[in-house]
Every structure is written in C-alpha cells, then in structure tokens.
C-alpha cells in the first residue's frame, strides 16, 4: 500500500507548489495547519469493513494537514471510512507524487477532466467490489470540479449516496446534472457570502493577468460564494440542497471565509450529520423548487 505522510510533505508544498513569495500567504491561509500520518491514495480506493466510504477530495493545494484532520473528524462521527483521494498528484507524466503549481491545478481544465476521468475509473472499480456498500464523496474547493466532470463518465446505472460541495470553486452555471443523476440522494452545496477568495473582483491583480477563481474557467463569482443558479441544475434543481454560512457558525470555527468549513466542529455538525443514507438535515435547504 502505497502512501506519503504530512510530515513529508508539508515543505515540499510550501515551495514547489506555491512558490517561495506565496509561502507566508498559504501559512496565512491555514494551508500548513495540522500534522498527520493519514494516508492517501491518488491511484485507488482502498477497501473497508464499514458499511459506506467517503471519499475526501481536497482543493488545489492537495493533502495537507487540515484535509487530515476534516478526515478525522468525518471518520470519528459517522461510520463510514474515509479516504482521502489527492487528485492534485496525478500526472500524466506517471510521476504521480511531483506536486503541480496550485494556480495550475486550478486553471487547466483539459487536464483536470483528464484526472476527473481517472476517479470516475477508480470510483467504477471500487463499486465493482463493493457492491452492497454506500459511496459519499465530500469535495472542496477546487475538488468540486473534479468531482462534478467525474459524474460525466460514470456509467448510467452508478449510484453515489450523496455529493457534499464545500465552498465550491466552479461557476455557478456548472452542469450539475450528471452529479444529480448520479447522486441518490442529491447534491449538497455548502456557500458564504463571505468567502471573498471566490467573490469575483474584475480590479483583482489576478483577474487583470488573466487568472479565474473557478476550475470551469468562468468569470464571475464562483459556487461558493454566491451558491448555484437553476441553469446549473435543469430539471434536476429539486434535488439540489444549499446551506449558507451564518454567524452562528462562528461558534464550530468556522467564520465564513474560504477555508472556514475546514473547522472540524463544523464538519462534525453539518457534514456527517449528512453522511447517512436517505436522512435530509433540514438547515440544507432546496434552493430552487420543482419546475412546473
């Protein structure tokens, strides 16, 4: 079984990833909190005696310490195993343990298809020897993309139990309809109007040079801050549930910026309650009814 610790690899991020000038800026972001031996498998599931899977899917600085600990914390609450499946460190190059520049991972969307493809391969062979099992995928961030454009190639007849978006960094237009169809029961997006890492400033210096806050290439806000519209969602959208930051949240740790619904407290709170089969937490809320 082939994994890599946090401790190995935490330096490693701070500089290739990121590069040297961005480095206290990721510290700043909570990118280093946390130090774990969770492993992580970039080329598979593992197999395991409980009676559902998560599979933890992280944003564009992959496995760090944070995305341990929600792991953790997920595993504690519910009785699913959870894997953390680190998308970032599939290449096509076959050197699957070379990080990429975090602005990359973001903004090559022929790429990042490319890699959701290889999860929809992996998710196909996991099912195939679990069939009796549920399967939840808990995706952040970036990892939205990924898992959305993985529904796109899964077979007709694949059945996830739910999909939980955590401040999704695609565009609010995103197709959700194969994640839909392919999700039991529904899609769950958690936004804040305080994330201002996805709110859309046409002055931003990285906006001005080119650069997008969304894996689908969009401009404008993304998911996360301002949550889906209908045209995401089709004739699908009633099965669809939204939950938006309030200050009551502050008391989990969790203060509505990008990186708040990492807080363990909240994910013990919000998301596990979640990782049932066929329970609805009535605080997600249907954001757009049932076309007439």
């Known amino acids: 079984m082939v994994y890599q610790t946090q ?5 490693t991020i701070a500089c290739a990833a990121l590069g040297m000038p961005l480095v206290a800026l990721a510290i ?3 990118f280093a909190a946390g130090c774990c031996e969770r492993p992580y498998y970039p080329g598979q599931i593992a197999d395991s005696s409980s009676r559902g899977q998560v599979v933890l899917l992280p944003g564009v600085l992959g496995y760090y310490g944070s995305v341990c600990e929600v792991a953790d914390a997920l595993e504690m609450t519910t009785n699913c195993s959870v894997q953390i499946w680190d998308w970032t460190a599939i290449r096509k190059s076959g050197a699957p343990w070379l990080l990429e520049r975090a602005a990359e991972n973001l903004s090559d969307e022929s790429k990042n298809r490319w890699r959701a493809k290889k999860l929809a391969e992996v ?4 099912r195939q020897r679990n069939p009796d099992k549920q399967l939840y995928i808990v995706a952040t961030s970036g990892g939205a993309g990924i898992a959305g454009w993985a529904c796109k190639y899964l077979p007709k007849d694949f059945q996830l139990q ?3 978006l955590l401040s999704p960094a695609i565009s609010p237009e995103f197709d959700l309809v194969p994640a839909l169809t392919h999700s039991k029961d529904g899609v769950y997006s958690y936004y804040s109007k305080n994330d201002c890492i996805l709110q859309f400033d046409r002055d931003c210096f990285l906006v001005q040079q080119g650069s997008r806050r969304v894996m689908d290439r969009r401009d404008g806000d993304g998911a996360g801050f301002s949550g889906f519209g209908r045209g995401s969602c089709g004739e699908e959208c009633h099965e669809l549930y939204e ?5 009551s949240m502050r008391l989990l740790g969790n203060n509505g910026k990008h990186f708040g619904n990492m807080s363990t407290s909240f994910q013990r709170e919000y998301v596990a309650t979640m990782l049932v089969p066929g329970q609805n937490d009535k605080r997600w ?3 757009h009814s049932k076309p007439r």
């Open 285 to 287: 809320v249907v954001r």
């Open 7 to 11: 401790a190995r690899r935490t330096s």
């Open 28 to 30: 700043s972001l909570g």
């Open 123 to 126: 998710l196909v062979k996991w």
């Open 162 to 164: 739910k999909l939980v």
């Open 243 to 247: 939950l938006a930051w309030d200050p």
